[in-house]
Each structure stands twice: as structure tokens, then as C-alpha cells.
């Protein structure tokens, strides 16, 4: 006997909908199709759209040490209100996710908070390379590299402790995600606008232009073709960024990119309306960088949407000097409902949004196919979408610690009515259902020889 049933629902997948019942035994997908038999619990997806889980490659939990912005709690919960299953918890907490026993002391803080399944991130810092292989074995979903300034202010690795990371990686069998941006070029722009005295939302654009961008992501690439590892570019933000991704996958090069929904959905024009609330590391852009994203994800050149939920105080977004303001704001629990609303617009078909948010996400971080499909033995991790129900955002309706959204007031239309993870549910209609079971997921790696 199956432990769930769920029927009469229109199943998605990457290669289209079929309209069949989704069998679930043990937390796992058994069976697919009709007449499957008896089960203890029926669920009735008739009229929905049954999609898989959400995975989100790139949230900040900020825990632990930072958790007056935000806790693996408060975060997770969001992420299963808003159709997310598994979320990768980016590194730079405090203390940074830098050594083996740091990674652990993590894992042992948010595991029994984690209300959906997680993989843990370690970073790469200038002296920290012993440590790589240490944290690949305790089950690191991957590392991060930040070669521009973000939260945390942790220090950018020179060129020659990029590449020796990155041969490690490739030895290890798992991927670098890189924050690419050239960060010296972009310290020397902020001093010069600060010595002009701009202390306006827009002055941080201007300090962070396209070039800093293309020009991290050549020189990431250009070292990546050489040591053979996957090189994934989070937050892509610039046409010219794109064109480097292109080049590089033509050269042979292993690298992935993503596409925050912020960059996808926001232009320059909302540093007027939204301050530095706005405030992204790399920036918002002007309309033809976000034209070019949307032109990506046509060409099937970007690999994934994210979000970079990044949660601060509300104290801390109110600051009006962009010097002293923070970087990033929340969007786990929304990202759903936006790219819904983008389906619904005729800008984006559902067999996209499954292979932009859950089979691709998955495959460039080794978690299929466990993850990121309702294919049989994968584990039974979906959401039930209404993608008829309308809905206005608030973040009073939102379960981040600091719900202050750029979203507030914008209307969605297409909405997840209740999420499931491994079987269970964990949320419906936007409530979280009982207690908190996520689990770490741990990266297939894929070995190869260093160069």
C-alpha cells in the first residue's frame, strides 16, 4: 500500500504536464500514472499543478551570528510557505564557514531548525585551501567565492589561491559558485565617489559598472578551463557577463550560471521609488541588463533563478547613506508567486520554471536524482500550485524575521496551496505545518583529475 496518493493533479516536468497520480512510499516517488492502488492518504491535486520542490541555490540564513537578521528558523520556514524544499546556505556567517569544525558547528545549529532539506556551503579564503577536501568530506554541498566585497567583509583570495581552490575542486568532484566581480577595481570607483561626496542609492550602480563584472567572470572562467573544475557564476547580472559565460562554454570550459530574480524583475529606475532597499551586490541593473537575462533564459544559456535571499533588520534598510547601507533583502518565500505571475504573463512557460528552479539547480550541484524532479526514486518533494489564485504581497503576510520586500503591493497571480517534503506536508495556504524535519543533502561528486 502507498503511503500517499496524490491525484488528479497535472504533473510538470522539464519535458511537459501530464495529467497522472503521483504514488509516494517511504518519502520517495514509486509510482506515476493511473489506477495506483490504495494509500493511506489521499491528496487531492485536482485542478493544481504539481510541481517539484523549489530549490534555491543561494539564501542567507544568516546563522549562525548574525541571527538578529534572520535564523535558519525563520528562514526555512519561509522557504516551505513559499514552494522552496531545499535551500544551500551560503557561507559567510559569523564566524565564516571556513574550517571542517566550523562547518560541523553549523550543521549541529541549524539541523534541528531546518523546516526543509539543506546543503551547507564552505567558503575559499586566502589560507584556508587544507581545508577544502576536510569540509568536502563532512558533506559541503560546494564552496563560494567571493572575489568582490559583500556581507561579511570577507577578504577576496588572490588569483594564485583561486586556482589552486579550484584544482581542489576539481579533484574533489564539486562545484565553485563565484560572487564574480573585480573587487579592487571597485573599491578604487566607491573612493571616488565618496570623495565626490554621493552618498545617493545610485552612487552604488555606479561603483559596481558591467565591466567589474565580465572582467571577474573571464578571469574565473579563464582559471576554471585550466585547473577542470564547474565554475558556477552566482548572481549574473550584466549582458556583458552573459557574452563571458557564452564564450567560455564554447571554449569547453564546465561553467553554470544563475539569475537572481531581483536582477530579472528590477531596473535602475527603483533606486528612486525604493532607496537603498534595493541595495544588491552586484547592483540592480538598467533595463538592457535585465533585457539580456530574460534573452538568456529564452537561449537556455542561464542555468538557473535564484534568489540571494538575504535578510537585515528593518533599522538597517531604512539607512539612507549608501555607504553605511546593507546589501540584499529577503525573497525565498516569494520567488514562487513572481515567476508564476511571469507564467501568467506569457513570459516564461511551466516546464522553464521546473528546469530554471529545480532539474537545473540540482544537476550543477550534484543533488539529482534525489532532488529537482518527480521522477521515479527521487524523493517525493513537491508543491501544489493554483495557477489561477491571485494574491497582492505583504510582507505582513511573510514569515521572514524581517519581512521588508521591494515586492510589497505587487500583485501575483499563481500561488502554491500546500508544499510537501519527502511525503509530508509542510506547509498549506500559506501556514507551515508541524515541526521542523529537514535533513542535510550531501553533492553526487563527480571526481576528475586535477590539470
Keep these: 500500500m502507498l503511503d500517499m496518493l496524490v491525484s488528479g493533479g497535472t504533473i510538470v516536468s522539464p519535458r511537459g504536464r501530464v495529467r497522472a497520480d503521483l504514488g509516494v512510499k517511504n518519502g520517495r516517488v514509486v509510482s506515476v500514472g493511473e489506477d495506483l492502488g490504495e494509500a ?69 545549529v541549524v539541523a534541528p531548525k531546518a523546516r526543509v532539506d539543506f546543503g551547507l556551503y564552505g567558503v575559499v579564503t586566502q589560507d584556508n585551501g587544507a581545508e577544502l577536501t576536510a569540509m568536502a568530506d563532512e558533506g559541503a554541498m560546494g564552496f563560494k567565492l567571493f572575489m568582490g566585497q559583500t556581507t561579511g567583509d570577507n577578504p577576496c583570495p588572490d588569483d594564485g589561491v583561486i586556482f589552486a581552490a579550484f584544482r581542489t575542486a576539481a579533484t574533489l568532484g564539486l562545484t565553485i559558485g563565484a560572487h564574480a566581480e573585480n573587487n579592487a577595481v571597485l573599491q578604487l570607483l566607491k573612493r571616488e565617489l565618496r570623495a565626490a561626496g554621493r552618498t545617493d542609492p545610485r552612487a552604488h550602480l555606479e561603483s559596481r559598472p558591467a565591466f567589474i563584472e565580465a572582467e571577474a567572470v573571464s578571469r574565473a572562467a579563464t ?69 539580456a537575462l530574460w534573452e538568456g533564459i529564452a537561449a537556455r544559456t542561464i542555468d538557473c533563478i535564484a ?82 489564485r491571485t494574491a497582492v504581497i505583504s510582507g505582513q503576510q511573510l514569515h521572514s524575521a524581517h ?28 501556514v507551515p505545518v508541524g515541526d521542523p524535519r529537514g535533513r542535510l543533502v550531501k553533492p553526487r561528486r563527480v571526481h576528475r583529475a586535477t590539470a
Design 307 to 388: 534568489t540571494d535571499h538575504a535578510p537585515h533588520t528593518g533599522e538597517e534598510q531604512a539607512c539612507t547613506d549608501v555607504w553605511s547601507a546593507v546589501g540584499g533583502f529577503i525573497g525565498v518565500e516569494t520567488l514562487l508567486p513572481l515567476l508564476l505571475t511571469q507564467v501568467a504573463a506569457g513570459r516564461l512557460e511551466l516546464e522553464q520554471l521546473v528546469q530554471l528552479t529545480s532539474a537545473g539547480p540540482a544537476a550543477i550541484y550534484g543533488a539529482s536524482p534525489q532532488k529537482g524532479s518527480l521522477d521515479l526514486g527521487a524523493d517525493a518533494d513537491f508543491v501544489l500550485v493554483d495557477t489561477q
Design 403 to 430: 519581512p521588508v520586500t521591494p515586492y510589497e503591493g505587487w500583485q501575483a497571480t499563481g500561488m502554491p496551496v500546500a508544499t510537501y517534503l519527502r511525503g509530508q506536508c509542510v506547509a498549506r495556504d500559506g
Design 40 to 108: 493511506r492518504e489521499h491528496v487531492d491535486a485536482a485542478g493544481l499543478h504539481v510541481l517539484p520542490g523549489l530549490i534555491d541555490v543561494h539564501v542567507h540564513f544568516r546563522d549562525p551570528g548574525m541571527t538578529a537578521k534572520e535564523d535558519f528558523g525563520s528562514g526555512s520556514t519561509a522557504a516551505a510557505v513559499g514552494g522552496v524544499t531545499t535551500v544551500f546556505d551560503m557561507p559567510n556567517t559569523d564566524p565564516p564557514v571556513s574550517t571542517a569544525e566550523r562547518w560541523r558547528a553549523k550543521y549541529e
Design 223 to 291: 582559471l576554471a578551463a585550466a585547473a577542470g573544475n564547474h565554475l558556477h557564476i552566482h548572481h549574473l547580472s550584466t549582458r556583458e557577463g552573459l557574452q563571458r559565460v557564452v564564450q567560455a562554454r564554447a571554449l569547453g570550459t564546465r561553467i553554470s550560471c544563475e539569475a537572481l530574480i531581483g536582477h530579472l524583475l528590477l531596473d535602475d529606475a527603483a533606486y528612486e521609488s525604493q532607496g537603498n532597499l534595493v541595495q544588491l551586490n552586484p547592483p540592480i541593473r538598467p533595463a538592457e541588463h535585465v533585457q
